[in-house]
T-cell receptor, first 114, second 113 residues
Framework: SQQGEEDPQALSIQEGENATMNCSYKTSINNLQWYRQNSGRGLVHLILIRSNEREKHSGRLRVTLDTSKKSSSLLITASRAADTASYFCATGSFMDTGRRALTFGSGTRLQVQP | EAQVTQNPRYLITVTGKKLTVTCSQNMNHEYMSWYRQDPGLGLRQIYYSMNVEVTDKGDVPEGYKVSRKEKRNFPLILESPSPNQTSLYFC????????????FGQGTRLTVV
């Protein structure tokens, strides 16, 4: 079952602009992660934010987490054409069955125009 | 270099012909999993393994089998592939499954005709 849902599904911006992607989820989580996927390639981990954290930075990336609203956002500042990719949020949770799993949303396709 | 290696990258097969997609990681990770990615559906977990000889179903396990005889390898087996298993498959590994970053293979694009 899909836990995270990204918004928007697609985003097109000009180089130098900021890109903001949002993720909403349904159940309680231990952490939330963001991944990037270049077309048809494997996913690459960008950043992990734990449930007791509200904001985290990594280079041009800024992630926020609001557990009361069950939502997260990924901000890419000063975007570059090379940032063109799909971005996924993934929630990590322990389920009643004992299963540990990362559950992914369907992603936001970001196009950065040079 | 830390990596997850999947083979083959591309595979076209016929309905009913058994196939295996291999996955190997060199990071001594305990947790490994398989996902399939379909347009509009994101990534869905097929099976996962928390350690050697410990495997369990994910969200979409029907039609798939896995084994974990060694820590580094986690093959995905399709005993009798059907066209609805045409998809992009990813193997991933991590230390804990949820609390640390996952490393993904480059993917296997499978077409079943």
């Amino acid at each position: 079952s899909q836990q995270g849902e990204e918004d928007p599904q697609a985003l097109s911006i000009q180089e130098g602009e900021n890109a903001t992607m949002n993720c909403s989820y349904k159940t309680s989580i231990n952490n939330l992660q963001w991944y990037r996927q270049n077309s048809g390639r494997g996913l690459v981990h960008l950043i992990l934010i734990r449930s007791n954290e509200r904001e985290k930075h990594s280079g041009r990336l800024r992630v926020t987490l609001d557990t009361s609203k069950k939502s997260s956002s990924l901000l890419i500042t000063a975007s570059r054409a090379a940032d063109t990719a799909s971005y996924f949020c993934a929630t990590g949770s322990f389920m009643d069955t004992g299963r540990r799993a990362l559950t992914f949303g369907s992603g936001t396709r970001l196009q950065v125009q040079p | 270099e830390a990596q997850v290696t999947q083979n083959p990258r591309y595979l076209i097969t016929v309905t009913g012909k058994k196939l295996t997609v291999t996955c190997s990681q060199n990071m001594n990770h305990e947790y490994m999993s398989w996902y399939r990615q379909d347009p509009g559906l994101g990534l869905r977990q097929i099976y996962y393994s928390m350690n050697v000889e410990v495997t369990d179903k994910g969200d979409v396990p029907e039609g798939y089998k896995v084994s974990r005889k060694e820590k580094r390898n986690f093959p995905l087996i399709l005993e009798s592939p059907s066209p609805n298993q045409t998809s992009l498959y990813f193997c991933a590994s991590s230390f804990t499954g949820t609390g640390t970053e996952a490393f993904f293979g480059q993917g296997t694009r499978l077409t079943v005709v």
